[in-house]
Nanobody, 124 residues
Framework: QVQLVESGGGLVQAGGSRGLSCTAS????????MGWFRQAPGKEREFVAA????????YYADSVKGRFTISRVNAKNTVYLQMNSLNFEDTAVYYC?????????????????WGKGTLVTVST
């Protein structure tokens, strides 16, 4: 079983930056893709970013391209999401996810394991 714990959420002003991290335990994830999804109030969960097992393939939702950067350190079983130029529409609970393929995550096909989420609130 894989446990995912996100951290880094909080309140940030519009135009600001925030970094999220997610550390996995229970299994080495060198052969798994990792990613981030988010769910805004009253909306369905949506794909944000995903990175393949070795970091070769990276995918972003159009809404975050050029502003968010996903990365991972396999030695730490950790995936990161650096968020810049945040706006009100980025307010959401951000979920870390693990799956077999980053490309599948990018089509919002879901993932095999999920964290409990961390709330990011962008104030105007």
């Amino acid at each position: 079983q894989v446990q995912l714990v996100e951290s880094g959420g909080g309140l940030v002003q519009a135009g600001g930056s925030r970094g999220l991290s997610c550390t996995a335990s229970g299994r080495t994830l060198n052969n798994y893709a990792m990613g981030w999804f988010r769910q805004a109030p009253g909306k369905e969960r949506e794909f944000v970013a995903a990175i393949s097992a070795l970091g070769v393939s990276i995918y972003y939702a159009d809404s975050v391209k050029g502003r968010f950067t996903i990365s991972r350190v396999n030695a730490k079983n950790t995936v990161y999401l650096q968020m810049n130029s945040l706006n009100f529409e980025d307010t959401a609970v951000y979920y870390c996810a693990v799956g077999l393929r980053a490309s599948a995550m990018a089509t919002n096909a879901g993932a095999d394991y999920w964290g409990k989420g961390t709330l990011v609130t962008v104030s105007t």
